[in-house]
């Protein structure tokens, strides 16, 4: 009995052991398993610099197609086209007598229609029916089209074809209203966005399934970046897939077995993930004091020292007044008072750094405001240490 008890006693003893140390087990492998699901993640995520390809490049062919018109807006609370516009009067008499009214140009005076361009996009595959916004700009001197409609206006391609129709009210988005001593507006009152404003009428032929090359076009032609694209393309689709013809253009061949499905083709090729690259450039706005820094930018060891120098003119008159009785004039005398200040400056250290961010430190260690990087980015060019292009716009 002893001994059973002791036995008991025993495992007792070790299921609590087990018991205890459990927990601890479990802790340290769901740590594990969490520890490798991260790694699994990180491992997994794209690369942060990569884009994918239908953001930098586009099927030759497969664009948008500018159309235009001139057309008359009608309905305006006396904010219209004035007498004196007169290819409004000409346009306005020339639908007149299209309807069977023959009115003559010079007799026509008012105050409620307005001559516009009409402008639209038309993307590729458009089909007959489907519907296109549209944007109406005033060309002639309306005051406003609020509350106006656009009547049917042809919208023509630059082959001089009908390709979409516009009609229907104009939508400002703002209003006006004015008296004799003032006026109040909203938005701009001469120019109008109408979504779904025109309908197509005619459709821009082209074929895919068939063809057998495709032409990639660059958005930014650069050599490495089509040298990317040319690998990431052959090896989805295999090699001798596609060549390079210039930084700004790839010749891909389409698969025979894809032949007849070029769009589900394309539609896997543009997914492609690539990165970029991208020239050593900064962009300097003087207007704003924008200045933009490119990733590849490199600055060569340099010793700069930047000073202000702040020159205040101050001018005030006195009045020089003669003594009683005398015959003197009394008169302005100016008074000019100019005074100078520049401020003390070290001259620092620029060291040559791997990355931008050694330079963004160095140049924020010398404390300048935007302009004056400026001037320090066009001196820094001027000595040579500058390994990027400069443009200022």
């Known amino acids: 009995m002893r001994m059973n008890g002791l036995n008991g006693t025993r495992e ?37 610099r990569a884009a994918r390809l239908k953001d930098l490049a586009a ?6 197609n500018q159309l235009m018109g001139y057309g008359l807006v009608v309905g305006l609370n006396g ?27 010079s007799e026509i005076n008012v105050k409620n229609v307005a001559a516009v361009m009409v402008t639209a996009d038309l993307p590729p595959f458009a089909k007959t029916g489907s519907k296109i916004d549209i944007t109406v700009s005033s060309v002639g001197d309306a005051t406003s089209l609020e509350g106006g409609t656009l009547l049917r206006t042809a919208l023509r391609g630059a082959n001089g074809k009908v390709y979409a129709v516009a009609q229907g009210a104009i939508a400002l988005g703002g209003y006006g209203a004015s008296g004799e001593a003032g006026s109040v507006t909203k938005n701009h009152l001469l120019t109008a966005r109408m979504t779904r404003g025109a309908t197509v009428e005619r459709e821009v032929p082209l074929r895919l399934n068939g063809r057998e090359t495709l032409t990639l076009a ?34 891909i061949n389409v698969p025979e077995s894809r032949q007849h499905k070029v769009p589900s083709f394309i539609a896997d090729i543009e997914t492609l993930e690539v990165s970029p690259d ?3 450039k900064i962009v300097v706005n003087e207007k704003t ?3 933009v820094i490119g990733e590849n930018v490199r600055i060569s060891t340099v010793a700069i020292s930047h000073g202000n120098l702040s020159i205040t003119v101050e001018e005030t008159e006195q ?32 060291p040559e750094g791997p990355t931008i961010g050694h330079l963004v430190r160095a140049l924020n260690a010398i404390g300048v405001s935007p302009r004056d990087l400026i001037s320090i980015f066009q001196s820094i060019k001027a000595a040579g240490a500058l390994q990027a292009e400069l443009q200022i716009i």
């Open 59 to 64: 099927i030759q062919g497969v664009r948008i």
């Open 218 to 251: 660059l958005f930014n032609p650069d050599f490495t970046t089509a040298r990317r694209i040319h690998s990431a393309i052959n090896a989805f689709a295999g090699d001798g897939t596609v060549k390079i013809a210039d930084s700004g253009t790839l010749l």
């Open 319 to 350: 009045v020089s007044q003669p003594a009683p009785f005398s015959e003197g004039e009394t008169v302005m005398v100016p008074r000019t008072a100019i005074n100078v200040k520049e401020e003390n400056s070290n001259v620092i250290l620029m």
């Open 79 to 105: 904010t219209g086209d004035k007498s004196r516009t007169q290819f409004t009067n000409q346009a306005l008499a020339n639908m007149m007598n299209r309807l069977g009214l023959h009115v003559n140009d």
């Open 12 to 48: 007792t003893m070790k299921i609590r052991y087990m018991k205890m140390n459990m927990p601890v087990k479990k802790i340290r492998f769901t740590r594990l398993v969490m520890l490798t699901a991260c790694l699994l993640m990180v491992s997994g995520l794209p690369d942060a």
């Open 289 to 291: 004091g924008t200045v």
């Open 278 to 280: 991208m020239c050593a």
